[in-house]
């Protein structure tokens, strides 16, 4: 199983639509096991990858439960 690890929030520029401006968002962030970046969009393509191109579905439900527990644990933490 591919470590990811939560990383809290942060504060980003989502571009608008065409014709329409941005806005800046918090948005969750995790490292992958080479130490990138990702947001969440792309922990959900790496889970949808792993359940339907590779047919493992048992993979990425452990990797989303280590991901909840992650974050929960992030959470508790931070409201200490």
């Given amino acids: 199983m591919p470590p990811f690890t939560y990383c809290g929030t942060e504060?980003?520029?989502?571009?608008g639509?065409?014709?329409?401006?941005?806005h800046w968002a918090d948005e969750?962030?995790?490292?992958?096991?080479r130490g990138y970046s990702l947001g969440p969009l792309d922990f959900y393509r790496w889970c949808q990858y792993r359940?339907?191109?590779?047919?493992?579905?048992e993979t990425a439900d452990l990797v989303e439960a280590?991901?909840?527990a992650q974050i929960a644990a992030y959470e508790a933490?931070?409201?200490l």
């Fill in 11 to 15: 504060r980003v520029w989502c571009p």
């Fill in 17 to 22: 639509g065409k014709g329409e401006g941005g």
């Fill in 28 to 33: 969750e962030r995790f490292l992958d096991g």
């Fill in 51 to 57: 359940a339907n191109d590779h047919d493992d579905r």
């Fill in 66 to 68: 280590d991901m909840a």
């Fill in 77 to 79: 933490r931070a409201n």
